[in-house]
């Protein structure tokens, strides 16, 4: 696995698409098998860190309160701090990084298109099927 | 008995009988779903993914929780509509890129094996059955508070009527019908609550009593993080939300659907927590009491008795209703066509068509939650449906998080795994309910099991994985191209495959 072949997603910012590259997409040639693993790096590196971002925000909150009990008691806005964040705030948050996520996960896609080009002549689907 | 709620809840069912019974001319099965998505804008089809999801757990529940228990049970909210995120980072749109219907459709395309789907099917219908136990048991909550007749009358009313429904209404009801019952449910938990808290506020702001416990985020440590996990990563594997994804045209449109639902299901959220907070003021009985009946009680309790009261004491039956009637139509559909297609179509009903042999699982598939709702009481709706979310969690999101991500998984390692977590956690859900509960930290374990069979789960996956990796499916790479893919690139072939076929 040691000679797989590298990817730049953003490289079409730079240089025209690859010519061919639709066509060793779909028939998976080595060069065509690293375009879509690079993809999916792009993407679940993408969806990890969002991920993470969300898990220590919200899920650290209850170790926060456990480790500081006199916060549950400081009132913002006329509500206690724990009930401001959980029950108020988490809502947008989590639409936030939901908006955010589908951003970026799209230009990760317009890029990965941008790449590949479009199919230069029509190409039969028998290797996309999944038996 | 107060006659506007009763009127409300008639309106409410007869509109939903009627709106089935006329959409099967309409929708007929998932070419019709595909022809509909280009017809429903985005929002439409987030109300309509929202009006499924909200169910009586969200409705009554949630409210009656945190009247009992305080801050900690925020998290099942949170995490209601946190799963929708998790939903959407990590399987929303290549789920849709696989053209599957049913999580069983997409075992056997990502891993082609018939016995992974056998076992598939038998989790789809056991969570789906634990999550309709409550709807159910909602239902004969609410019946018996507006009418005064005994709870079993609604269960087996709202039982029969969702079950006749699908059986004999419509393969599902149209988009907007579902749509159009998240907008109900947001107007019946909306409407009163700001009618309570201007009570509340000319009142003179009566103190809400509380204590340090009630005040705090987390009760026990094991069983908050528990909660949170299942909840968070719950939501991909029931078996109602996926096939209602199907809707979408393509994969990018259900990331854009995903991101309205979470700020429509957020929206929602908002709401429930003033009907736990104020009824430590006005309904302080209740807290020791049937807490998820709070939602339903607190108009009259804090207005007195009048026509403010009486009406939206209407709104709020009208609104639950809507969330037993929506949810459980989701549910028994989904569970219907699996059983089906996967059990009574293989054995000896094979000779069956189609339609009948829908009609005859959806009759099967509705007795049996109906009659565990006459044998089990005392249960709050929210926990039970806690449990389904941690059996999903602890069996399907491993299968879809690996399958989509990782091209190591075999049939044999999501087999594994799903036994391992997800037998678990059946196990720690049966044992919650029918049994006594366990001494110490055992109690927590098995009534919130997450936070272990979610880690045994996706462990036991790859590890099987890893030994039996020369049992990879060889059109790994052919399948993770079409999931990661936009489907402009896809070619035409492909397309028109994962437009109408159901693989």
């Known amino acids: 696995m040691s000679d797989r072949v590298r990817v730049d997603l953003a490289a079409h910012r730079r240089v025209r698409p690859r010519p061919g590259a639709h066509d060793e997409l779909v028939e998976q040639t080595p060069m065509g098998d690293a375009l879509v693993r690079e993809l999916m790096r792009v993407q679940l590196g993408l969806a990890l860190r969002l991920a993470a971002v969300v898990a220590v925000a919200l899920g650290g909150l209850p170790l926060l309160f456990s480790l500081w009990p006199a916060g549950t008691h400081v009132a913002v806005a006329g509500m206690p701090l724990p009930w401001l964040l959980l029950g108020v705030v988490s809502f947008p948050f989590l639409a936030g990084a939901g908006l955010v996520y589908t951003r970026l996960a799209e230009r990760n896609e317009a890029d990965f298109a941008a790449l590949v080009g479009r199919p230069a002549e029509r190409v039969t689907g028998s290797e996309l099927s999944p038996q | 008995m107060n006659a506007y709620a009763l009127f409300a809840i008639a309106t409410v069912t007869v509109a939903t009988v009627a709106i089935g019974a006329w959409g099967i001319r309409l929708v007929r099965g998932t070419s019709d779903l595909l022809v509909a998505s280009r017809m429903v804008s985005p929002t439409q089809n987030a109300a309509a993914i929202g009006g499924e999801y909200l169910s009586a757990a969200s409705f009554l529940g949630v409210a009656g929780l945190i009247l009992a228990y305080g801050a900690q049970m925020l998290w099942y909210p949170v995490g209601f509509a946190a799963g929708y995120l998790a939903l959407l980072l990590f399987v929303a749109a290549p789920l849709r890129r696989s053209g599957a219907f049913t999580l069983p459709d997409f075992c056997e395309a990502r891993l082609a094996s018939p016995r992974l789907r056998r076992l598939a099917t038998a989790f789809v219908l056991f969570i789906g059955w634990f999550y309709l136990l409550p709807q159910l ?367």
């Open chain 2, 137 to 503: 048991q909602g239902a004969g909550l609410t019946f018996r508070i507006v009418t005064g007749a005994p709870s079993w009358v609604g269960v087996v009313l709202v039982g029969a009527v969702v079950t006749g429904n699908v059986a004999f209404g419509g393969m599902r009801s149209a988009t907007y019908v579902q749509a159009f019952q998240y907008w109900l449910k947001l107007t019946a938990i909306a409407v009163p609550a700001f009618f309570l808290l201007a009570r509340w506020n000319d009142d003179g702001r009566p103190a809400i009593p509380v204590d340090d416990a009630w005040l705090a985020p987390a009760g026990g440590m094991v069983a908050t993080y528990s909660l949170i996990l299942a909840t968070f990563l719950g939501t991909m594997g029931l078996p109602h939300v996926l096939a209602r994804f199907y809707t979408n045209p393509d994969g990018g449109s259900a990331r854009r659907t995903t991101t309205i639902v979470l700020g429509l299901v957020g929206l929602f959220y908002l709401f429930p927590t003033v009907y736990g907070v104020l009824g430590r003021v006005y309904t302080p009985e209740l807290a020791t009491g049937r807490n998820d009946t709070v939602v339903l009680l607190l108009p009259a309790a804090a207005l007195g008795p009048g026509l403010a009261a009486d009406v939206l004491g209407a709104l709020v039956a009208a609104g639950a209703f809507a969330a037993f009637l929506s949810t459980s139509n989701g549910l028994l559909t989904s569970v219907a066509g699996v059983l089906a297609n996967d059990v009574l179509g293989r054995g000896r009903l094979a000779g069956w068509g189609p339609l009948p042999l829908f009609r005859a699982a959806a009759l099967f598939a509705g007795a049996v939650p109906t009659g565990l709702a006459l044998a089990v009481h005392g249960l709050n709706v929210s926990q039970v449906v806690g449990l389904a979310f941690a059996v999903a969690a602890s069996s399907f999101c491993p299968m879809l998080v690996l399958g989509i991500w990782w091209r190591g998984l075999t049939a044999a390692g999501a087999a594994a795994g799903i036994l391992a977590g997800g037998g678990s956690a059946v196990v720690a859900v049966l044992w919650t309910i029918f049994l006594p509960p366990a001494p110490g930290l055992a109690a927590d374990l098995l009534a919130q099991p997450a936070a272990w069979t979610v880690p045994l789960a996706f462990a036991v996956m790859v590890s099987v994985s890893l030994a039996t990796r020369r049992r990879v499916p060889g059109a790994v790479g052919a399948m993770l191209l079409r999931l990661h893919a936009p489907e402009t690139l896809h070619s035409p072939e492909t397309q028109r495959r994962s437009e109408t076929s159901r693989l």
